[in-house]
């Protein structure tokens, strides 16, 4: 059964300070996905890491994926009010399985 | 194109009544999914469609649910006898084939009461 956890579950933390958010399974995924959604709306896309060791940057977000495709990591430099929401981690084991959801990390960044 | 659109928006009924939720995909994205949500927690799978192909439906998944593509292009999901615990949000998106990358709808809360 697939499985993806996230950790921490709440993160509160000062604007300019820096985070890491971690996403976990025990099984091997073709590709993960990271998506951020405030209150309300649907969660919207950010990155999607395919190879195993991948590193991809979005301005001030560093995404990067374990080696053995089992694990991947969201790193926030200089954390913004505005980078305040629900982050969550999603894949699928094969391109023609389920996509399935992490939990979630929900950030809050104070002013 | 504008994205995925669900409907409606906000649903408040009361226990026993059946609900219908409605959500038009991208037009060129072949997969479409159904989700549901409950507050600060991670979108939970519920069904999902390749074409009008239903692929699977969650074993969580009571009798009661019931999700519909017919042409392979709108989709519907269908909650019969709701209970309080069905409140949730019910969230869809569509990706193109073989990519995990979703595309999501607003979602349609749905308040039991």
């Known amino acids: 059964t697939q499985l993806l956890e996230q950790s921490p579950q709440f993160l509160s933390i000062q604007e300019g300070e820096n985070l890491t958010v971690y996403c976990n399974s025990s099984s091997v995924f073709s590709s993960l996905q990271w998506y951020r959604q405030e209150p309300g709306e649907g969660p919207v896309l950010l990155v999607t890491v395919v190879t195993g060791g991948e590193v991809k940057k979005l301005k001030r977000l560093t995404f990067q994926f374990g080696d053995a495709r089992k694990d991947s990591s969201l790193h926030i430099t200089a954390a913004q009010p505005g980078d305040t929401g629900l982050y969550l981690c999603a894949g699928a084991e094969t391109s023609y399985d389920k996509v399935i959801f992490g939990p979630g990390t929900s950030l809050s960044v104070i002013p | 194109d504008t994205g995925v659109s669900q409907n409606p928006r906000h649903k408040i009924t009361k226990r026993g009544q059946n609900v219908t939720f409605r959500c038009d995909p991208i037009?060129?994205?072949?997969?479409l999914y159904w989700y549901r949500q409950t507050l600060g927690q991670g979108p939970e799978f519920l069904t999902y469609?390749?074409?009008?192909?239903?692929?699977?439906k969650s074993r969580l998944l009571s009798d009661r649910f019931s999700a519909e593509r017919p042409k392979g292009s709108f989709s519907t999901l269908e909650i019969q006898r709701t209970e309080q615990g069905d409140s949730a949000m019910y969230l869809c998106a569509s990706s193109g084939t073989y990519t995990g990358e979703l595309f999501f709808g607003e979602g349609s809360r749905l308040t039991v009461l």
């Open positions: 037009s060129e994205h072949n997969r």
């Open positions: 469609f390749q074409n009008e192909a239903q692929l699977e």
